[in-house]
């Protein structure tokens, strides 16, 4: 392997890394009753990962880093960090 | 048709800048830079100049729009001082990386605290292990070609590199000068349209500043000092080839004035080795056999140059107009770390000159010369830096050696 002059390389890298295996101990869990649609969790979450899907806000556990931002900001209480078994 | 003028240093900067035709120019004011772009965005106002004029509220983001400009494949222009130039100092380490050739003014000026707009080249100084190319000029009239060359050597296939023109803020920023403007057309055919091998573009996309660990972060590091060594001969050839254009010869990395002979030599950078130049003038009178290197290229740094220059001579005396805490000047470590290995070497001293624009006058020189040619006929110095014209009375320690 050579290395281009700047360590340039093509496009779209940052798909491949799931970073969301990083999360230890915590993910967040919405609760579908009590969510008002607000996006304040879309809004705050530091990695992008409350994606719209299906109508309604969901956590990418592909990118969340179990940081439990998102819970601290909703303002409906509607998300829970839950332990979660690796 | 060379246009005769006198006009001030910033002025001729900003008339070099207009001539290389960047496609961006960002910059944030600060003292004693402001002059610079301020002409420069009269130009683009008065519709005399192309260049896409961001605004932006900080030295970092001024920083952060010419590396994207220029890994966007656009040329690209900033200038900065002081605490704006160490705000800019992680962006440069990320664009030296990256291998984005822009170009930057630093306009030297002390650093805080205690807060002082006065010059001292520590603010440039502080970012020479970043990966930029530094040159250090003497005159406006330097800083002006020096500046044309500039963009040159950054976009230059073999080197890659952004460029820093390093100038003593007020004394020649303020200064009013001749200087010899070039035509459009010469400079042209100097400075070539920039035409990257790879840029940013929606349909092709890269990734630049990508993740790397200990595999290739080691390499990566060494490719770009391997980039600066290479560096020094392109600069040579480069040099050559704006002398043959415009007639205006710079002697390389280094100058050498009343080397032959010399039994002290003089070595700094920046506009008060004109100074120094006048004094070994004085000192040669009255045959004192003194003479001077200055340093026009302090990275990659041109010990070959100063060694060949310093070969005969009994002591090489280093006025630093910056200080490394703890340590001493930066250019007397370089020198030293540059001697050390050899069997047979000048004795190397280390002056501290000129803090926040301390003057630095021939006086200051006769004295640093005199004090040299003392320490050296003692056998070697007592100390590892002099601070010249230092008032150990008023420090609150009550003094130190």
């Known amino acids: 392997m050579k290395v281009s002059i700047g360590a340039v390389v093509e496009g779209g890298t940052s798909v491949n890394y799931r970073t969301g ?7 967040p869990v919405i609760d579908l009753e009590k969510c008002k649609q607000c996006g304040v969790c879309e809004l705050y979450c530091p990695d992008s990962a409350v994606v719209v899907k299906n109508d309604h806000y969901m956590i990418d556990l592909d990118y969340c880093k179990g940081c439990g931002i998102c819970e601290y900001e909703c303002p409906a209480d509607a998300i829970r960090m839950v332990e979660e078994e690796k | 048709m060379d246009e005769v003028r006198v006009v001030e240093g910033s002025q001729a900067i900003a008339r070099a800048v207009k001539l290389c035709q960047p496609d961006v120019i960002s910059a944030y004011p600060i003292s004693p830079q402001t002059h610079i772009v301020e002409n420069l965005a009269q130009m683009a106002a008065d519709g005399e100049l192309k260049s896409e004029m961001i605004l932006v509220e900080s030295e970092f983001s001024a920083a952060s729009a010419v590396t994207g400009a220029s890994a966007a494949g656009g040329r690209a222009y900033t200038a900065s001082s002081s605490q704006g130039l160490l705000l800019m100092t992680e962006v440069i380490y990320n664009a030296a990386g990256m291998r984005l050739p822009f ?4 306009v030297n000026r002390s650093v805080s605290a205690p807060i002082s707009i006065q010059i001292d080249q520590q603010d440039s100084v502080s970012l020479r292990d970043s990966g930029i190319i530094q040159f250090y000029a003497e005159s406006s009239r330097e800083a002006y070609d020096m500046h044309l060359m500039a963009f040159r050597i950054a976009e230059d296939p073999e080197i890659l590199l952004p460029v820093m023109v390093c100038i003593d803020g007020w004394i020649l920023t303020h200064n009013y000068e001749q200087v010899v403007f070039l035509d459009q057309e010469t400079v042209d ?3 070539p349209p920039f035409k990257p091998q790879q840029f940013l573009d929606i349909a092709r996309p890269l990734t630049y500043g990508s993740h790397a660990e200990d595999d290739v972060l080691m390499e990566m590091k060494y490719s770009i000092h391997d980039a600066m060594i290479r560096a020094k001969g392109r600069i040579k050839e480069i040099i050559d080839e704006y002398a043959q254009l415009t007639g205006r010869y710079y002697s390389g990395l280094t100058e050498a004035y009343r ?9 700094g950078m920046g506009s008060m080795m004109g100074t120094a130049k006048d004094a070994v003038d004085e000192m040669r009178e009255k045959g004192i056999p003194v003479g001077l290197i200055r340093v026009l290229c302090y990275r990659p740094f041109p010990y070959e140059d100063i060694l060949a220059g310093a070969r005969g001579a009994k002591v090489v005396s280093v006025m630093d107009n ?5 340590s001493e000047g930066a250019m007397g470590m370089d020198l030293k770390a540059k001697f050390c290995n050899l069997e047979d070497h000048p004795l190397v001293l280390n002056f501290i000159t000129g803090l926040a624009g301390r ?27 002099y601070w010249v014209d230092l008032n150990k009375e008023i420090l609150p320690s009550g003094g130190v050696p």
Request: hydrophobic share 40%; net charge negative.
């Open chain 1, 21 to 27: 295996n990083w999360r230890e101990g915590q993910k």
């Open chain 2, 359 to 385: 003057e630095v006058g021939k006086e200051t020189i006769w004295q640093i010369v005199d004090r040299s040619r003392v320490i050296e006929s003692m056998g070697r110095p007592e100390l590892e830096s």
């Open chain 2, 189 to 191: 055919r100097f400075l």
């Open chain 2, 103 to 106: 170009v930057i003014t630093g």
């Open chain 2, 322 to 326: 910056n200080f490394s805490m703890g």
């Open chain 2, 259 to 267: 080397t032959e002979g010399a039994e002290v030599i003089l070595l």
